[in-house]
C-alpha cells in the first residue's frame, strides 16, 4: 500500500529533560518499539533541532508531528491539530523549539517546500519543568497518542501494523 504514497516523516519533538516537553520523543520510541512501519515513513528524533528541521521538509508530502501541545486543555487531552491551524496553535510556547516551528513552515512556504499533508498530534503537558518523567496525566494518555499516530498514518495509506515480537505496551505507571 504504501508504495504508492510519497515519503512521509513522523518527527518527535521535544526536551527530555524538561517533563511534558519530552512527550514528543518518548511517542516516538514507543511507536518505533510497538509499531512496524513500511520504508516509506521515516521516524525522525526531532529533538530541539528547530530550524535544522528544515531540509527533511524538501523530501516529504507528509509530515506528522508529535509533541506536547499547549491548547489550554486539561492535562493528557489529546490535541490535533491540522496543517492550516498549526500557526496559530503553535504560538502558544512551551520551549525553545517551538519557537522555530513556526519559522520552519514559514521557511517552507518561501522554498515551496511545505508538506502535501501536515498534523501536529499530541497532549495537553501538565508539567513542563526540568524532570525526566511525564506527568501522571500524560503518561496516562501515551496510548492514546500513539493510536492517534498510526491511525493517521494509516488514514495517510501507509500499512502500519503492531511490531511482531514487539513488547507490550507498558502500564501508565511504568511511563512515570
Not at 493528557?76 to 519559522?103: C, F, M, N, T, Y
Amino acid at each position: 500500500m504504501s508504495e504508492l504514497v510519497g515519503p512521509t516523516l513522523v518527527i518527535g519533538l521535544g526536551n527530555s529533560i524538561m517533563g511534558d516537553d519530552g512527550l514528543g520523543l518518548a511517542a516516538l520510541t514507543r511507536l518505533e518499539r510497538d509499531w512496524w512501519c513500511p520504508p516509506a515513513v521515516r521516524l525522525v528524533d526531532g529533538g530541539t533541532w528547530g530550524l535544522r528541521l528544515l531540509p527533511l521538509f524538501d523530501e516529504a508530502e507528509s509530515v506528522l508531528l508529535l509533541d506536547a501541545i499547549d491548547a489550554g486543555r486539561a492535562a493528557g487531552a489529546l490535541i490535533v491539530v491540522g496543517r492550516d491551524d498549526l500557526p496559530r496553535v503553535l504560538g502558544h510556547k512551551l520551549s525553545s523549539h517551538q519557537v522555530d516551528v513556526p519559522e520552519i513552515l514559514a521557511l517552507a512556504e518561501l522554498r515551496g517546500t511545505v508538506p502535501r499533508r501536515l498534523v501536529a498530534m499530541g497532549l495537553q503537558p501538565g508539567r513542563v519543568a526540568l524532570s525526566t518523567d511525564l506527568s501522571p496525566e500524560v503518561a496516562d494518555q501515551m496510548d492514546s497518542l500513539v493510536t492517534a499516530a498510526v491511525s493517521q498514518l494509516v488514514a495517510w495509506g501507509h500499512e502500519v501494523v503492531p511490531a511482531p515480537g514487539g513488547a507490550l505496551p507498558l502500564e501508565p505507571a511504568a511511563l512515570r
